[in-house]
């Protein structure tokens, strides 16, 4: 409840400052953001990457994020050759609904209908998945997608220099070998990772305007549809035969497939210049709106 109130004050803090005349907006977004991806990011893989035991019995719920990224990218980058939309807008589809809000909304809402023994599962999906694909495959799409000049191999340069690309790698080595996160860092990455969600509400805040011309964009409806439809529902189709229908890790799987877009994808897309109005609507909105659609697979999947 007290993460709640605080993301919801950052927000109307956001929103407050926007509506300032006089302050440097630009800048103040592009602090929060570069705080956000240069700091937090890498704090976050330092603390929670080196945890996970790699293993078989954890790669399902952990693929369904990474099945529901590429299915985006394919559908959206398809949808964008086929309709000619320009490159900016078909990035951000592919980052933005691509992943989903496993962590600020979907563990509250997991831990709220089916308990806490759901909980490692939806911490599992939101480390093994969605962090690792906003910390490296949502890069490489950004990369891709707001590359202008004709060089492509100055992309993977652009991917090494993004700080928590370098990070995931050097944790995800930590993670194979066995080697843990020092003690000592423990206490300071961890406050670090709390400032997250506030921070990222804050940073929606200051970009986010809401207008009937937003809302009636194709664009948005398409973002939303497949986040929180056609995901959950392409995840059910397929995960129903390599997990028991009835067990709390299908249930979990496809629940957290359902949740709104993740606001840290958000963040990405903005960083790249991929349509960031865009970006911060499926992110802001995208959260109300789910609830609904949540309900809706939670009474489903029974």
Not at 213 to 221: A, F, N, P, V
Request: proline fraction near 6%; hydrophobic fraction near 55%; include cysteine.
């Amino acid at each position: 409840m007290t993460g709640a109130i605080i993301a919801f004050l950052c927000l109307m803090l956001g929103l407050f400052l926007q509506r300032r005349p006089g302050l440097p907006l630009e800048k103040i977004t592009k602090w929060v953001n570069a705080y956000l991806l240069n700091i937090v990011l890498p704090a976050l893989a330092l603390l929670y990457i080196p945890q996970i035991d790699p293993g078989w019995d954890l790669l399902l719920p952990i693929s369904a994020a990474w099945f529901t990224f590429l299915l985006s990218w394919l559908i959206f980058g398809s949808l964008g050759k086929m309709l000619s939309w320009d490159r900016q807008t078909t990035g951000c589809l592919v980052i933005v609904a691509g992943l989903a809000n496993t962590s600020f909304l979907g563990f509250p809402v997991v831990e709220g209908l089916y308990g806490k023994d759901a909980l490692p599962i939806a911490l599992l999906i939101d480390q093994g998945g969605s962090f690792l694909l906003v910390s490296s495959l949502s890069i490489l799409v950004g990369s891709i997608y707001s590359h202008k000049e004709g060089n492509l191999r100055a992309i993977p340069m652009k991917i090494l220099k993004f700080p928590p690309f370098g990070f995931l790698l050097v944790t995800m080595v930590m993670s194979i070998v066995g080697w843990k996160t020092p003690e000592f860092l423990i206490p300071i990455v961890s406050l670090i990772g709390k400032t997250m969600a506030p921070m990222a509400i804050f940073a929606i805040g200051l970009k986010f305007s809401l207008d009937f011309d937003s809302l009636s964009s194709r664009y948005y409806w398409f973002g939303m549809g497949y986040r929180l439809l056609l995901a959950p529902l392409m995840v059910w189709l397929i995960y129903r035969s390599l997990i028991p229908e009835n067990s709390l890790e299908f249930k979990v799987t496809v629940l957290e497939s359902g949740m709104a877009p993740m606001i840290t994808g958000s963040i990405v897309a903005i960083q790249y210049d991929l349509k960031p109005k865009l970006a911060t609507l499926l992110a802001g909105l995208g959260i109300p709106i789910s609830l609904v659609t949540i309900l809706a697979w939670y009474y489903f999947l029974g």
